[in-house]
Protein backbone atom coordinates (compact mmCIF):
# COMPACT_ATOMS: atom_id res chain seq x y z
CA UNK A 1 0.00 0.00 0.00
CA UNK A 2 3.24 2.39 -0.07
CA UNK A 3 5.32 2.72 -2.67
CA UNK A 4 9.22 3.83 -2.22
CA UNK A 5 10.52 4.94 -5.34
CA UNK A 6 14.15 6.23 -5.25
CA UNK A 7 16.44 7.96 -7.94
CA UNK A 8 19.77 9.53 -8.65
CA UNK A 9 22.31 7.06 -8.40
CA UNK A 10 25.06 6.46 -10.84
CA UNK A 11 29.09 6.64 -11.87
CA UNK A 12 30.56 9.34 -9.92
CA UNK A 13 34.88 10.13 -9.92
CA UNK A 14 36.42 10.49 -6.32
CA UNK A 15 35.59 13.68 -5.04
CA UNK A 16 32.46 14.22 -6.99
CA UNK A 17 29.06 14.61 -5.70
CA UNK A 18 25.31 12.85 -6.25
CA UNK A 19 21.98 13.55 -5.11
CA UNK A 20 19.73 10.84 -4.26
CA UNK A 21 15.95 11.37 -4.59
CA UNK A 22 13.19 9.01 -2.64
CA UNK A 23 9.43 9.69 -2.86
CA UNK A 24 6.75 7.93 -0.96
CA UNK A 25 3.27 7.51 -1.62
CA UNK A 26 0.00 5.37 -0.99
CA UNK A 27 -2.33 5.51 1.50
CA UNK A 28 -0.20 7.29 3.98
CA UNK A 29 -1.65 9.32 6.89
CA UNK A 30 1.41 10.22 8.23
CA UNK A 31 5.05 9.84 8.17
CA UNK A 32 7.42 10.25 10.99
CA UNK A 33 10.91 8.92 9.45
CA UNK A 34 12.70 8.85 5.61
CA UNK A 35 15.91 7.69 5.87
CA UNK A 36 19.02 6.16 3.90
CA UNK A 37 20.59 3.32 4.19
CA UNK A 38 23.26 1.36 1.93
CA UNK A 39 24.73 -2.33 1.41
CA UNK A 40 28.34 -3.00 -0.27
CA UNK A 41 28.95 -5.98 -1.64
CA UNK A 42 30.00 -8.71 1.01
CA UNK A 43 28.84 -6.04 4.06
CA UNK A 44 25.37 -5.99 5.68
CA UNK A 45 23.41 -3.07 4.97
CA UNK A 46 23.91 0.06 7.46
CA UNK A 47 22.22 3.36 8.28
CA UNK A 48 23.46 6.08 6.31
CA UNK A 49 21.30 9.15 7.63
CA UNK A 50 18.15 9.41 9.37
CA UNK A 51 15.80 12.44 8.75
CA UNK A 52 13.50 11.50 11.66
CA UNK A 53 16.28 10.95 13.95
CA UNK A 54 18.58 13.51 12.65
CA UNK A 55 21.59 11.04 12.79
CA UNK A 56 24.33 10.37 10.28
CA UNK A 57 26.90 7.55 9.99
CA UNK A 58 30.08 8.48 11.29
CA UNK A 59 31.44 7.53 7.71
CA UNK A 60 29.74 10.52 5.99
CA UNK A 61 29.25 13.07 8.94
CA UNK A 62 30.68 16.29 6.77
CA UNK A 63 30.01 14.87 3.54
CA UNK A 64 26.57 13.76 3.17
CA UNK A 65 23.48 16.03 3.91
CA UNK A 66 19.71 14.68 4.13
CA UNK A 67 16.68 16.78 4.08
CA UNK A 68 13.39 16.29 3.63
CA UNK A 69 10.12 17.76 1.85
CA UNK A 70 7.13 16.76 4.15
CA UNK A 71 4.79 18.00 1.44
CA UNK A 72 5.37 15.73 -1.13
CA UNK A 73 6.84 13.06 1.09
CA UNK A 74 10.28 13.29 -0.24
CA UNK A 75 13.61 12.70 1.05
CA UNK A 76 17.18 13.57 -0.43
CA UNK A 77 20.72 12.64 0.20
CA UNK A 78 23.16 15.33 -0.91
CA UNK A 79 26.70 13.27 -1.68
CA UNK A 80 29.57 15.84 -1.58
CA UNK A 81 33.33 14.18 -1.41
CA UNK A 82 32.47 10.91 -2.36
CA UNK A 83 35.46 8.28 -2.11
CA UNK A 84 35.23 4.44 -3.51
CA UNK A 85 34.26 3.07 -0.19
CA UNK A 86 30.76 4.79 -1.23
CA UNK A 87 30.04 2.65 -3.16
CA UNK A 88 27.10 0.81 -2.90
CA UNK A 89 23.43 0.12 -3.19
CA UNK A 90 21.42 3.35 -1.47
CA UNK A 91 18.31 2.34 -0.18
CA UNK A 92 15.39 4.48 1.08
CA UNK A 93 13.12 3.52 4.20
CA UNK A 94 10.19 5.00 5.33
CA UNK A 95 7.93 5.07 8.31
CA UNK A 96 4.88 5.83 9.69
CA UNK A 97 1.22 5.78 9.75
CA UNK A 98 -1.28 4.08 7.28
CA UNK A 99 -5.10 5.22 7.27
CA UNK A 100 -6.89 3.06 9.78
CA UNK A 101 -4.17 3.90 11.53
CA UNK A 102 -1.91 1.41 11.62
CA UNK A 103 2.23 1.32 11.30
CA UNK A 104 4.28 0.83 8.25
CA UNK A 105 7.67 0.68 7.57
CA UNK A 106 8.73 0.53 3.78
CA UNK A 107 11.54 0.00 1.45
CA UNK A 108 12.31 1.38 -2.24
CA UNK A 109 13.81 -0.78 -4.51
CA UNK A 110 17.06 0.36 -4.20
CA UNK A 111 20.27 2.57 -6.16
CA UNK A 112 23.56 2.15 -7.01
CA UNK A 113 25.95 4.13 -6.88
CA UNK A 114 29.75 4.01 -7.85
CA UNK A 115 32.76 5.77 -7.20
CA UNK A 116 35.53 4.98 -9.40
CA UNK A 117 38.00 6.88 -11.31
Known amino acids: QVQVVESGGGLVQPGGSLRLSCAAS????????MGWYRQAPGKQRELVAS????IYAESVKGRFTISRDNANNTVYLQMNSLTPEDTAVYYC??????????????WGQGTQVTVSS
Open 93 to 106: NVGGLLRGPRPFTS
Open 51 to 54: SGRK
Open 26 to 33: GNILSIYD
